[in-house]
């Protein structure tokens, strides 16, 4: 699945971006991208990937997220993702260490992961969790 499938119609699509300064932690943006089924018309909105609602549930790094190696802020940007992404905290938490390190770790200084690469990562990972 592409984007997210909303009940009345909408169709939202996400892409988490970042330049990485390589000192402290750093800003991620979410792009939100959505339309209605059958529409030429998209709405466009950005905000900043807030730290509070991971923290809450796993607190790697209080200072804030990075991201193109293994550490503590990189584990707190994959569960921020994927908290954002699914909305499903129990979900965010179990699969966080492992999205890290096929997505977040291997990322280079410019972040740009779309929401298509996190629902195939995902779809790939629960398919080989329950084998």
Known sequence: MAAQDKPDGLI???TYTGDNSGAGPQKVIVKEVGRLVGSDIAK????????????????????GFQWGYQGSGCAQLALAILLDLTGEPELS????????????ATASRRLVITEPDIRR???GSLKNKRR
Do not use: A, G, N, T
């Open 44 to 63: 466009v909105r950005e905000y900043e990937l807030p730290l509070e609602p991971s923290l809450k549930l796993y607190s790697h790094s209080p200072d």
């Open 12 to 14: 939202i699509m996400k």
């Open 121 to 123: 990562w995902l779809q």
């Open 93 to 104: 938490v179990r699969l966080h260490q492992e999205f890290k390190r096929h997505l977040i």
